[in-house]
T-cell receptor
């Protein structure tokens, strides 16, 4: 049972344009969401997070939007840069005191120069 | 501030052997979690330790075990290795506690190959 889904395995975006990565979840107990960027054979790098009490969080070029009623979140990268090419994972967590992350299957983002 | 350190980076073991992987969390972080990444299953949660106690466990067989020491360093052990245990094993540390949401930071991982 895949509780966190990233339905697009891959995405190609022109350099300078906006990249939008999507994530859906089914477990209504999830209340904290994180995005990670990952290169092959390396650990995920934390990008940005959002609590369920918010609907938007911004950090530089990265913005995460959360739509609780739709159980959907998205990561916007503006402007996209070649160094953004990587696999992006969304992850979700439920309840305070529980550090277990449930990950999506990832989206491979390729930025075209 | 040093990040999460995992040792060794690469390991080759034979079926039936056992292996121990090590993780040193970020200084001050009390929670350490372990994940397995495989091409077919993605990133799967193994277990989480907080203040030397296992606080949560994923759906893995008993061959997978772990522990945490008083300095928050953690080890995971896999006994009777199977070919399917070949994976990237990732450790994550977080501040945890205090009723606040905190981010988890990952180490570089240990690439285990079972032959």
């Amino acid at each position: 049972d895949q509780q966190v889904k990233q339905n697009s395995p891959s995405l190609s975006v022109q350099e300078g344009r906006i990249s939008i990565l999507n994530c859906d979840y089914t477990n209504s107990m999830f209340d904290y969401f994180l995005w990670y960027k990952k290169y092959p054979a390396e650990g995920p790098t934390f990008l940005i997070s959002i609590s369920s009490i918010k609907d938007k969080n911004e950090d530089g070029r990265f913005t995460v939007f959360l739509n609780k009623s739709a159980k959907h979140l998205s990561l916007h990268i503006v402007p996209s840069q070649p160094g953004d090419s990587a696999v992006y994972f969304c992850a979700a967590r439920s309840n305070f005191g529980n550090e277990k992350l449930t990950f999506g299957t990832g989206t491979r983002l390729t930025i075209i120069p | 501030k040093a990040g999460v350190t995992q040792t060794p980076r690469y390991l080759i073991k034979t079926r039936g052997q056992q292996v121990t992987l090590s993780c040193s969390p970020i200084s001050g972080h009390r929670s350490v979690s372990w994940y397995q990444q495989t091409p077919g299953q993605g990133l799967q949660f193994l277990f989480e330790y907080f203040s030397e106690t296992q606080r949560n466990k994923g759906n893995f067989p008993g061959r997978f075990s772990g522990r945490q020491f008083s300095n928050s360093r953690s080890e995971m052990n896999v006994s009777t290795l199977e070919l399917g245990d070949s994976a990237l094993y990732l450790c994550a540390s977080s501040l945890a506690g205090g009723g606040m949401n905190t981010e988890a930071f990952f180490g570089q991982g240990t690439r285990l190959t079972v032959v």
